[in-house]
Structures are given as C-alpha cells and as structure tokens.
C-alpha cells in the first residue's frame, strides 16, 4: 500500500518560516491535504489539493506539491502554530485514505 | 455551522463489540460521503472507513475489514461503525468526518469518542 514519509519534528523560532515535507512515490500525481491538530482538539484541514487554503486560513500557511515531495511552508511562524500537522492522500490502487505520521511543529 | 458529534465510545473487553454513533447537523448529511478515522493514545492519525453519499461504495482499512463495519442512515443524519472482535490495538479516540466524494479533504471534523479495550 502507499506510504507517506514525515519528519517527526521540527522546531522554528517564531517569525521565521516553517517548512513541512511530505514524501511518498511520486506523489506530485496525487491531490495532497494537509490537517493542523492542537493537543486534545480535532484536527483542522489548513491545505486541500496540494495548495488551495479553506476559509479562515490565515495566508501565512502555504502548499506546494512535485515529484517525490509535498510542502506545507508555515510563514512568519506564531506561538499558535505549535501543533502536529498530517498530510493525506487517496491511493486510488488500493481504494484506501493514507495519512502521513505527522510532524509536530515546535515553535522555540 | 456544521456539527458532527460522535457518541458510544467506552471500555470494553477484547473480543467484544461496540457501536459508534455520529450525529451529523447544519449540512446536507445526504450530499456527503462520510468517514471514520481514529488515533491511538500518543499517536498518528489512522483512516479506518468511509461510505459514499448513498452507501454505494464503503472502503475499509485493511486492519478492520473483516471486523468493523460502517453505515449511515441518511434520513437521520447519522453515521455509525459497528466494532466487532475488539483487540486492545483497537484502543483510540474515533472521530467522524466529512468529505465531498472520495478523495477530497475531510473539511469537517467532530471532537472523537474513546474507546478503550482492555480487561
């Protein structure tokens, strides 16, 4: 079945810019989503299709999706965006949802 | 605003059986597919159903195919997953969702119900 590949973590400093990677086999061939989850919350869809932002998104959180790889670029980072965030695809072979295992974002 | 609530989740023994419930409200319930998905204590997100508008096409994962099954009920606005066979590795938060059709983003997500398998 597919496999999507994330670091567990990262840590930006805030007002800088945090970039999240998304790997899995050509990925650049499928639509990618991306979810933010707070501790204790639901998660929250922050990017839908490789890089279109649902309402009430702030503009800082961008996607970008090629070859082997999606992004999630968090700009000019706040305090707020500390959260563990997944990318999704749909595997149309095997009919399945696959989620990334996620990368928790630590803002310093 | 969209509500979805999630209900039913407790402990139970291994070998047991559990029903969730999702009540759905401020959409269309009939327009969207809907999907289960669950994180263990501490851990990622794992997609674990989703059954089309009219329950003409229902996906599983491979790990609670033969073992859980999912339904709605359109004029109730409800989702459910039926869990049959529980294994401790079943133990998770199980949240509800929404999506469009198969393969866009889940927009829409309750706050989850946990269910514990343990004796």
């Known amino acids: 079945s597919y496999v999507l590949t994330q670091a567990p973590s990262e840590s930006v400093a805030p007002g800088k810019t945090a970039r999240i990677a998304c790997g899995g086999n050509n990925i650049g061939f499928k639509s990618v989503h991306w979810y933010q989850q707070k501790p204790g919350q639901a998660p929250v869809l922050v990017i839908s299709h490789d890089s279109d932002r649902p309402s009430g998104i702030p503009e800082r959180f961008s996607g970008s999706n090629s070859g082997n790889t999606a992004t999630l670029t968090i700009s000019r980072v706040e305090a707020g965006d500390e959260a563990d965030y997944y990318c999704?695809?749909?595997?149309?072979?095997?009919?399945?949802?696959?989620f990334g295992p996620g990368t928790k974002v630590t803002v310093l | 605003e969209v509500h979805l609530v999630e209900s039913g989740g407790s402990l139970v023994e291994p070998g047991g059986s559990l029903r969730l419930s999702c009540a759905a409200s401020g959409f269309r319930f009939a327009d969207y597919t809907m999907n289960w998905v669950r994180q263990a204590p501490g851990k990622g997100l794992e997609w674990v159903a989703s059954?089309?508008?009219?329950?003409?096409?229902?996906y599983y994962t491979d790990s609670t195919k033969d073992r859980f099954t999912i339904s709605r009920e359109n004029a109730e606005n409800s989702l459910y997953l039926q869990m049959n066979s529980l294994r401790p590795e079943d133990t998770a938060v199980y949240f509800c969702?929404?999506?469009?059709?198969?393969?866009?983003?889940?927009?829409?997500w309750g706050q989850g119900t946990l269910v514990t398998v343990s004796s």
């Open positions: 999704q695809v749909w595997d149309s072979r095997s009919d399945h949802y696959v």
């Open positions: 059954i089309t508008s009219s329950s003409s096409y229902i």
């Open positions: 969702a929404r999506d469009l059709n198969v393969g866009t983003p889940f927009d829409s």
